[in-house]
């Protein structure tokens, strides 16, 4: 099964590649992947947790860490870094960006029409060829935006 960097991977491929890779298919994982892959991103481990402990009710927060450490060490998820936030999680998926609320933590994901070509254009000024990028812009939504002006 060959998924291409950035792609993303479709609904149950995660674990067939997991397991092409040598990688064991736990109904731990099993529940953290669908989890992953239903929610639609930018979970917390904790909400990973909690989620996931419906499903498998014994599962340890420690083995949802290591799992998305595994998924991560494999590029089937990516980790966020979001300022003033814990770390989140999602799915592997193309080129995106984000917009963060700094009060309620929202994250929204949009497209950027001309970030390929500003890409393009800054490795070819600076001969950097790029593997990747990471765009976050930070301010207040529209519901919190309107709360903090009363």
């Given at each position: 099964?060959?998924?291409?960097?950035?792609?993303?991977?479709?609904?149950?491929?995660?674990?067939?590649?997991?397991?092409?890779?040598?990688?064991?298919?736990?109904?731990?994982?099993?529940?953290?992947?669908?989890?992953?892959?239903?929610?639609?991103?930018?979970?917390?481990?904790?909400?990973?947790?909690?989620?996931?402990?419906?499903?498998?009710p014994r599962l340890s927060l420690s083995t949802v860490y290591r799992?998305?450490?595994?998924?991560?060490?494999?590029?089937?998820?990516?980790?966020?870094?979001?300022?003033?936030?814990?770390?989140?999680?999602?799915a592997q998926s193309g080129e995106h960006q984000h917009l963060v609320?700094?009060?309620?933590?929202?994250?929204?994901?949009?497209?950027?029409?001309?970030?390929?070509?500003?890409?393009?254009?800054?490795?070819?000024?600076?001969?950097?060829?790029i593997t990747g990028s990471r765009v976050e812009l930070f301010g207040?939504?529209?519901?919190?935006?309107?709360?903090?002006?009363?």
């Open positions: 099964m060959i998924v291409t960097r950035g792609e993303r991977p479709r609904p149950g491929q995660v674990a067939a590649l997991l397991q092409e890779r040598g990688n064991r298919v736990t109904p731990q994982r099993r529940a953290i992947l669908r989890i992953i892959e239903e929610q639609g991103g930018h979970l917390s481990a904790d909400e990973i947790y909690y989620l996931a402990r419906k499903e498998v799992t998305l450490e595994l998924l991560k060490d494999l590029d089937l998820v990516s980790e966020l870094h979001l300022a003033g936030s814990r770390y989140r999680y999602e609320c700094l009060a309620c933590g929202r994250v929204i994901e949009f497209q950027c029409a001309h970030c390929a070509e500003m890409h393009q254009r800054l490795a070819d000024q600076h001969g950097l060829k207040y939504c529209e519901e919190c935006s309107t709360t903090r002006n009363d």
